[in-house]
């Protein structure tokens, strides 16, 4: 028995070990600004049912999609991906306001 | 004409202009954590196509699923959103998987 790798796919083994690290990383930091985002959303989701702001706003999403796309040109991800996770994060955002519309109501 | 709001409703409209931006903001950090996640995953793939690794490994993906729930209940975001969101990057991540074991054979 020994530590040392013994041949190339022990190394690869290594190096994929070492990557899954960085992404459990990453994912970290994903969660907690998703928490802080969601955070801010439940605000904007309160501030619009008792002030009556428009629940949705068609014209501010697609500056956003138009937004993140050219981040995720810029960043090398695929820019289709980024709009398709914007408008994942997007209907949970809406069924968090249908909640709180429906709590005040 | 003037530029002080002149009640709640403006004082609201201010507030979620402020939120807002700050909702962008951490759009951009999420889309360039993302990027960098893929990049990483991109490696992964290579790695495993290259070295005759198995390409899913459910055991990582029940641990990693676990990791991110406990992580979002720290962080007050909704567990099963963390769940869903793992869910919809890993979906992601197999696609490329598929495209890089498909231009090597």
Chains 1, 2 share one sequence.
Request: with cysteine; charged share 30%; net charge negative.
């Amino acid at each position: 028995m020994t530590d040392q790798p013994n041949n190339a796919h022990d190394e690869a083994f290594k190096e994929l070990l070492s990557l899954r690290g960085s992404i459990d990383n990453l994912d970290a930091c994903l969660v907690h600004l998703l928490a802080e985002r969601f955070k801010l959303t439940q605000r904007v989701g309160h501030l619009k049912a008792t002030n009556d702001l428009p629940p949705a706003d068609k014209d501010r999403e697609r500056r956003q999609a138009e937004r993140l796309r050219a981040l995720a040109k810029d960043s090398e991800l695929d820019p289709e991906f980024a709009e398709k996770f914007l408008n994942f994060v997007i209907a949970e955002v809406i069924r968090h306001h249908e909640q709180i519309s429906a709590s005040q109501s």
